[in-house]
């Protein structure tokens, strides 16, 4: 069966500070995508990554930077030097194998609020 | 513009009501989703429709039925509302399996 767990339910970091959020998946396909979505206080779904399995490089843009380990089946976010606007919800989510084309596979968040 | 539109942003309503939440894209995309959002459940997928004429139940359909009036074009019922339908919801759309893209959500208060 196809999960995602993201096992931090919620952090609390000051301003400036680095913060990374731990996603940990399990599939049987051999290929696949990985996503990153934020959800702010604002209730909006932002789409942030899509990682395809294939590519292990690390993965940066400004202050956020992903990196995939398929050997640990881990897909883990980092914000650098966080700011109040990261405060949010973000998700990490798993695509429907070949055979179950439906629907994404979510875990159920991590909520990240950032203090001034 | 935004390129997944929901109307209504909010709706307060009375149970045993008929509500309909509508959702409109310009992406062109052929995929569309609706998901409803609850407080520590996470989302969970209602209905999805590949195309115009293919239209699937997805997790929790029970009391929701959907039209897909044109590519574009993706609405949302509830025949007769009930408190526990109250959620966040979200449309969302997608060419094929690749990355899904939701519109700001619909916050649905039934009381």
């Known amino acids: 069966a196809q999960k995602v767990t993201q096992a931090q339910t919620e952090i609390s970091v000051v301003e400036k500070e680095d913060v990374t959020l731990d996603c940990v998946y399990e599939?049987?396909?051999?290929?696949?995508?990985l996503f990153w979505y934020k959800q702010p206080p604002s209730g909006e779904l932002v789409f942030l990554i899509r990682?395809?399995?294939?590519d292990e490089q690390n993965e940066i843009s400004g202050r956020y930077s992903w990196n995939f380990q398929k050997s640990t089946s881990s897909f883990n976010f980092t914000i650098t030097a966080s700011q109040v606007v990261d405060s949010a919800v973000y998700f990490c989510?798993?695509?429907?194998?070949?055979?179950?084309?439906?629907?994404?596979?979510w875990g159920l968040g991590t909520s990240l609020g950032v203090n001034p | 513009d935004a390129d997944v539109t929901q109307t209504p942003r909010n709706r307060i309503t009375k149970t045993g009501k008929r509500i309909m939440l509508e959702c409109s894209q310009t992406?062109?995309?052929?995929?569309m989703y609706w998901y409803r959002q609850d407080p520590g459940l996470g989302l969970q997928l209602i209905y999805y429709?590949?195309?115009?004429?293919?239209?699937n139940k997805g997790e929790i359909s029970d009391g929701y039925s959907v039209s897909r009036q044109a590519q574009a074009k993706f609405s949302l019922s509830l025949e007769s509302a009930i408190p526990n339908q109250t959620a966040l919801y979200f449309c969302?759309?997608?060419?094929?399996?690749?990355?899904?893209?939701f519109g700001p959500g619909t916050r649905l208060t039934v009381l």
């Open positions: 429709s590949f195309d115009v004429k293919d239209i």
């Open positions: 989510a798993l695509p429907p194998n070949a055979g179950n084309n439906r629907k994404l596979i």
């Open positions: 992406k062109g995309h052929d995929r």
């Open positions: 599939t049987r396909d051999t290929t696949y995508y």
């Open positions: 990682r395809n399995s294939f």
């Open positions: 969302a759309t997608s060419q094929g399996p690749d990355t899904q893209y």
